[in-house]
């Protein structure tokens, strides 16, 4: 192959004039794009959300609805306020919450007007999902599936499929485990401001068996117990290893499964989602500026942009530039407040009870702060939705099952890996967008605290340390 003097020479589009293709985009055409090898829906999860009152309406059969981006200024605990990013969702209920004007009350649940997080999504495995959604506000928007495995034209990362005017994204879940999507683009600014929320992939009988027999709680298995899967051969105290498990064998009703769905499962009697976040002041103050995100563009864009000031902003030498520098100065655990200062510690507000079920899928009982009985097993979902390392020390023993969403030891990776005992006092620290899945089950009473730091990731100072209530009784 010669380089001099080539045989064959590719024609290549000169980039001249296309500059400001190079420097961040405000405002790119968005579309409305037909799904691609579109295939009809199988989740059951909105129908059975509205036979039980937890929708309004199901616009479109076995398909979730999602709006983004809408903003919100709610007050925080320190009466200041903070402008959010929020997914809302058309056929949700509106119970007649405004966060904009009534007092602080820790999560912002009103669906059909915005919620933080956004509504838990919860799917059977296998499942045909499908979700409508449309992008308001200044765009661009898309919806990524974090940790699911769709074609590229529903992974909704921005650039490699499309920014959204309205699409319906499809995708089938094929790993029980827990997952969040979010808005991927624009990411720095849009993932803080709370455009994500909770996936949760449960087993495949879930939501089918409640359509079968209406006594089974939304989101149990047909046997009645709620699961997520788990390889517990080597902690037997859960009561559920894979040589002495119990194959299934009570009468399919619906007919779809020739095979066990509860294979390499655990029941929990309690479960937990905890979603810990932080949010910077100063950043929140920029929301009304929609550019604030964008460098000062230089003769060469990508190449002299000042990084010091923001379009139509300051320029000079020492101003600030938006998002560069991100220090913390609240902090959440599913949407509810620590009430401290930074650098203090608080233990999270006493309202962090129990989600509303219209903000999980329909599914009643999931806590934040935990009550739960011995000798039990209690299931907790974590994700670190913060821009700042997290580390947790919990004063009891935990089992970690499951890991970015992929169950530890559960085929077909179970070479590879598997479940992890962390024992009481031991902390341990993972990064933004991370998740796990652990499991406690205590023959002794507690009445403790999960310790929850947050770690500032450049400086590696502590900015803040929660406690979440733990009692077991």
């Not at 059909?112 to 506000?137: C, D, L, N, W």
């Not at 810990?276 to 920029?286: F, G, K, Q």
């Not at 009985?373 to 390392?389: K, T």
């Amino acid at each position: 192959m010669s380089f001099a003097s080539p045989a064959f020479r590719i024609l290549r589009r000169s980039v001249q004039g296309m500059e400001g293709m190079h420097s961040k985009m405000f405002d790119p055409p968005t579309v409305n794009p037909a799904t691609p090898d579109l295939i009809a829906p199988t989740n059951p999860v909105p129908e059975v959300m509205l036979a039980a009152g937890f929708l309004d309406n199901v616009s479109v059969p076995n398909t979730v609805q999602r709006q983004l981006m809408h903003g919100m200024d709610a007050p925080t605990w320190d009466g200041q306020r903070m402008n959010w990013f929020v997914f809302r969702d058309p056929d949700g209920i509106d119970n007649g919450t405004d966060p904009d004007q009534a007092p602080f009350t820790g999560l912002i649940i009103n669906p059909k007007q915005g919620a933080f997080p956004a509504p838990t999504i919860r799917v059977p495995r296998g499942s045909i999902y499908h979700a409508e959604t449309a992008g308001s506000g200044p765009p661009p928007h898309t919806i990524h599936w974090h940790g699911q495995e769709p074609t590229p034209m529903n992974d909704g990362v921005g650039h490699c499929s499309m920014e959204l005017g309205h699409y319906t994204y499809q995708w089938q879940p094929n790993f029980i485990g827990s997952y969040f999507y979010h808005c991927h683009r624009n990411t720095v600014q849009h993932f803080e401001f709370g455009l994500y929320g909770f996936t949760i992939i449960d087993p495949p009988d879930a939501f089918f068996a409640t359509q079968a027999n209406p006594a089974i709680p939304i989101g149990a298995g047909r046997d009645g117990l709620f699961r997520t899967a788990a390889n517990l051969v080597n902690f037997p105290q859960f009561g559920q290893t894979p040589a002495d498990r119990v194959p299934l064998i009570t009468a399919d009703p619906l007919g779809q499964f020739p095979t066990d769905p509860h294979a390499y499962t655990v029941p929990y009697d309690t479960e937990a989602l905890w979603v810990l976040d932080d949010r910077d002041i100063r950043w929140s103050n920029l929301a009304s500026d929609a550019r604030a995100t964008f460098p000062k563009q230089g003769g060469i864009p990508g190449v002299d942009d000042n990084f010091h000031g923001n379009a139509g902003g300051g320029v000079g030498p020492n101003d600030f530039f938006a998002f560069n520098d991100f220090r913390s100065t609240h902090f959440y655990c599913t949407g509810f407040p620590f009430p401290g200062p930074v650098a203090g510690s608080a233990v999270l507000d006493a309202r962090a009870t129990v989600i509303p079920p219209e903000l999980m899928s329909g599914k009643t009982g999931v806590q934040v702060a935990i009550n739960g009985a011995v000798n039990s097993n209690i299931l907790i979902r974590c994700l670190n939705g913060a821009y700042n390392n997290v580390r947790l020390t919990f004063p009891v023993d935990i089992v970690i099952i499951g890991w970015d969403g992929r169950a530890l030891g559960v085929p077909p990776f179970g070479r590879y890996n598997a479940p992890v005992l962390v024992p009481a006092g031991t902390e341990f620290e993972f990064s933004v967008a991370r998740r796990f899945d652990c499991l406690i089950r205590s023959a002794t009473p507690v009445n403790d605290f999960c310790r929850v730091r947050f770690i500032d990731t450049l400086r590696r100072n502590i900015r803040f340390t929660g406690q979440i209530p733990i009692v077991i009784a």
